[in-house]
């Protein structure tokens, strides 16, 4: 049963630190999104990468976001520092064409 | 600004009843259309999808409707039952991105609640 893999599911921080966000995608998919869930926004599209480079990242804080994906099997979204602002649930998703398959997501709680 | 906007936060059905879910775009050039559904604690599952040539797509209990005219989508729960109580996500997908590849643009969600 292929599914998008994200670790961890839980995170709770001290403001000011380093998270790092983890997602394996499923076998075979040439393209990963990281998205992030707000109440306000629904989901909002941080990074995308096709065949492991990325195409869009306009939808992330440069100064402290980055997102990489060393090798085909693991892709990361890195926050540093993190601020209280950063508090969601952020999900990782791999794709064919032109659908998407979610991760459960990391519900990150910086205080 | 939002491309794709879901207007109502949530939505209250009785079971048995039809649930009618609406979703407007902005933009004219979105090509297809997808429909999702997130229960709580879980990530987004892929529910039905209708291409920009159709105007109606039916799987089931689920029919999705497409007005490009009035560029708005429906979609349309019938019989609702109480395990479709979840968070409905509509996503559009731009073929103009310089990627090349279809970027999915996600409304802020609809939660269906479906009471006995």
């Known amino acids: 049963d292929a599914r998008v893999t994200q670790t961890p599911r839980h995170k709770v921080t001290e403001m000011g630190q380093e998270v790092t966000m983890r997602c394996q995608p499923i076998l075979g998919h040439n393209t990963v999104f990281w998205y992030r869930q707000t109440m306000m926004q629904g989901l909002e599209l941080l990074a995308y990468f096709r065949n492991r480079a990325p195409l869009d990242d306009s939808g992330m804080p440069k100064d402290r976001f980055s997102a990489e994906m060393p090798d085909a099997t693991l892709a990361t979204l890195k926050i540093q520092p993190s601020e209280p602002r950063d508090s969601a649930v952020y999900f990782c998703a791999s794709g064919t064409n032109t659908e998407a398959f979610f991760g459960q997501g990391t519900r990150l709680t910086v205080v | 600004d939002q491309q794709v906007k879901q207007n109502s936060p949530s939505l209250s059905v009785q079971e048995g009843r039809i649930s009618i879910l609406n979703c407007d775009y902005t933009n004219s050039m979105f090509d297809y259309f997808l429909w999702y559904k997130k229960y709580p604690a879980e990530g987004p599952t892929f529910l039905i999808s209708?291409?920009?040539?159709?105007d109606k797509n039916e799987d089931g209990r689920f029919t999705v409707f497409l007005n490009k005219s009035a560029k708005h989508l429906s979609l349309h729960i019938v019989p609702s039952q109480p395990g479709d109580s979840a968070v409905y996500f509509c996503?559009?997908?731009?073929?103009?991105?310089?990627?090349?590849?279809?970027?999915?643009?996600f409304g802020a969600g609809t939660r269906l609640a479906v009471h006995p």
């Open positions: 996503a559009a997908s731009d073929p103009t991105f310089s990627g090349g590849y279809n970027k999915l643009i």
């Open positions: 209708i291409s920009s040539i159709k």
